[in-house]
């Protein structure tokens, strides 16, 4: 009964080539956000949407964007992914209000070849 | 800048207690979150403070000191599925989260 589904589990891609990983939620929250973890670091922050208002960190690299076409569905691309790229890749949502967590989805381990 | 310390790593024994720190400076505070994260899977919520003193949560209690800029996460009766990285994460003025790199919790029988 996942209610923030990511796909997939694990994506290879090559140096170079562009990739997309997908997240969906059923629990209708207004928030959707995409971080970067790599191994023992902290979650970081790459750009998070409220409803259809976009907010990209200062410090997101031009070569991932993303798109949020419903309130379900919100897509990471990264354009042209280099070896320093490689991690796990979490999607997380939230109501937007004070007191409440955020629910992540079990990630994207991405590996570059 | 803003910045969460929390150790590295810590080792407990089966059936014991232990307490993880967590120390903050963040531009404002709205609140102080503990995750709970198994090796190559996504953290999932423990807890929340926004207010000074203690949330008890089962096994589970976690401290907070706005003056101190301080929390604990305490777990109790612990149990081998107990190991895992505990992650501290304030939300500031901002009403961002700001994650520490996380605790690891390694329970030796």
């Known amino acids: 009964d996942a209610m923030v589904i990511q796909n997939p589990r694990y994506q290879v891609t090559q140096f170079g080539k562009p990739v997309t990983l997908s997240c969906s939620q059923t629990?209708?929250?207004?928030?959707m956000y995409w971080y970067q973890q790599k191994s023992s670091q902290a979650p970081k922050l790459l750009f998070h949407y409220y409803d259809k208002d976009f907010n990209n960190e200062a410090d997101t690299p031009d070569n991932f964007q993303s798109r949020r076409p419903n309130t379900s569905f919100c897509f990471l691309d990264i354009r042209s992914p280099g070896l320093g790229d490689a991690a796990m890749y979490l999607c997380a949502t939230s109501t937007g209000q004070e007191i409440q967590p955020q629910h992540f989805g079990d990630g994207t381990r991405l590996s570059i070849l | 800048g803003q910045n969460i310390d929390q150790p590295t790593e810590m080792t407990a024994t089966e059936g014991a207690i232990v307490q993880i720190n967590c120390t903050y400076q963040?531009?404002?505070?709205?609140?102080l979150f503990w995750y709970q994260q198994h090796a190559g899977e996504a953290p999932t919520f423990l807890s929340y403070n926004v207010l000074d003193g203690l949330e008890e949560k089962g096994r589970f209690s976690s401290f907070l000191s706005r003056s101190k800029g301080y929390s604990y996460l305490l777990l109790k009766e612990l149990q081998m599925k107990d190991s895992a990285s505990y992650l501290c994460a304030v939300r500031d003025s901002n009403y961002q989260l700001i994650w520490g790199a996380g605790t690891k919790l390694i329970i030796k029988p």
């Open positions: 629990l209708n929250h207004n928030v």
């Open positions: 963040t531009s404002g505070f709205n609140g």
